[in-house]
């Protein structure tokens, strides 16, 4: 993990002097896993987006396409109309990180003109121009894991050994984008959870995750109300999972991880709190 315990860039910082830090879900789709439709209103989604900083998110991650199993692509114009007015009302009223959930290079830079400075790349830079827009904007990336395409990475997901062949994948992409002139500081990897893996691969990379955090990388972690959850819990409704949620975010913190990505900020910051102070 990167030495100093406050990341700085030029439009935005980062303090894990405390330990693991809570980045909030905001979603302005209409068909995500979770909370589908809830805030695909500009007004509700800033409103949301507002309530989770006041609740201790340090980063508001938006989203303007669904990555859930079975997921169909959205168009950049579609990405571009859903996320840009709620990022630019976001950045008039909080100085909490924004991050721009995207994989599309011109819906990043968009975001990033409107505000964001943050970019959370699920196919760890698979648009050949995001890697340039990240070294240009001098702005953190989370790079993360996915086996296949959110439209069939659920099928029949398959590995040999599936702790080191995402970390090996993920210290490749992050590798790239530092000959491409990134910071190391400013490359996050994400295991992916979820991403075309089993329940039983989703729970060999909790048990592991201070071998992605040994990587020198800071982690993120991304389990919130996931399916996986429900299976191993039998509760059917992702609005149920907040418990089964928890245990993951606490074993997370624990093991390493620098954020975690939720969509019950009031809770898991509290989860994280007493975790942070149970490793000190």
């Known amino acids: 993990m990167p030495d100093d315990d ?3 860039w030029p439009s935005g910082s980062i303090d894990f002097t405390d330990g693991c830090v809570v980045m909030g879900i905001l979603n302005v789709t209409d068909d995500s896993f979770s909370d589908a439709g809830k805030f695909a209103n500009v007004d509700k989604a800033v409103a949301h987006g507002l309530d989770m900083a006041k609740a201790g998110a ?26 840009i007015p709620v990022i630019e009302k ?29 970019i959370n790349d699920v196919t760890a830079m698979s648009d050949g121009r995001m890697v340039g827009l990240v070294a240009k904007r001098k702005v953190p990336i989370v790079l993360m894991h996915m086996q296949g395409s959110p439209k069939t990475m659920q099928a ?8 080191s062949e995402v970390r090996d994948y993920l210290v490749e992409r992050a590798e790239l984008a530092e000959r491409l002139s990134v910071k190391s500081k400013m490359i996050f990897i994400d295991p992916g959870i979820g991403f075309g893996k089993t329940t039983e691969h989703n729970l060999e990379i909790l048990r592991n995750i201070d071998v992605f955090a040994g990587t020198g990388y800071r982690v993120l972690m991304g389990t919130s109300r996931k399916r996986f959850i429900g299976q191993l819990t039998g509760k059917d409704t992702p609005e149920d999972r907040v418990m089964g949620t928890a245990a993951t975010v606490a074993i997370s913190a624990a093991m390493g991880a620098s954020i975690v990505r939720v969509h019950d900020v009031g809770e898991m910051v509290d ?6 102070a149970l490793k000190e």
């Open 6 to 8: 406050i990341l700085q």
């Open 58 to 83: 340090v980063i508001i991650d938006v989203g303007a396409e669904s990555t859930r199993p079975g997921s169909e692509p959205v168009s950049t114009d579609r990405q571009i109309a859903r996320a």
């Open 90 to 118: 976001l950045r008039g009223q909080t100085d909490a990180v924004i991050s721009i959930d995207t994989f599309d290079a011109e819906v990043a830079a968009a975001a990033l003109d409107a505000g964001a400075n943050m």
């Open 156 to 163: 029949e997901p398959k590995y040999d050994d599936v702790v």
């Open 271 to 276: 989860v994280v709190k007493v975790t942070n």
